[in-house]
């Protein structure tokens, strides 16, 4: 069974940083390109970043070049999100989903919320 599980959100003032982690299990997470997505309130899910399955390249939403960075873990089977300088426009659930062929599965989220 495939489970993705979110963590490291939370509440957090503008300007504020957060990572995210995305713990994989039940899969060859080393085989899957893995993604970040988030929805705020309202709103339609949107790609916040990809990344390829060896980790060697990566691509982002262009509102957020600079400020966002996502790695992996192959190793750990584990994702990461590191958000910089926060916004409150940033304030969203964040989803993980790994990848591969026609398959994809999905995190349950995780809460980000940047106010003062």
């Known amino acids: 069974q495939v489970q993705l599980v979110e963590s490291g959100g939370g509440l957090v003032q503008p300007g504020g940083s957060l990572r995210l982690s995305c713990a994989a299990s039940g899969l060859a997470f080393s085989r899957y390109a893995m993604s970040w997505y988030r929805q705020a309130p309202g709103k339609e899910r949107e790609l916040v970043a990809n990344?390829?399955?060896?980790?060697?390249?990566?691509n982002y939403a262009d509102s957020l070049k600079g400020r966002f960075t996502i790695s992996r873990d192959n190793a750990n089977n584990t994702l990461y999100l590191q958000m910089n300088s926060l916004k409150p426009e940033d304030t969203a659930v964040y989803y993980c989903a790994a990848r591969r062929g026609l398959s994809t599965y999905w995190g349950q989220g995780t809460q980000v919320t940047v106010s003062s």
């Open positions: 990344i390829h399955s060896s980790g060697g390249s990566t």
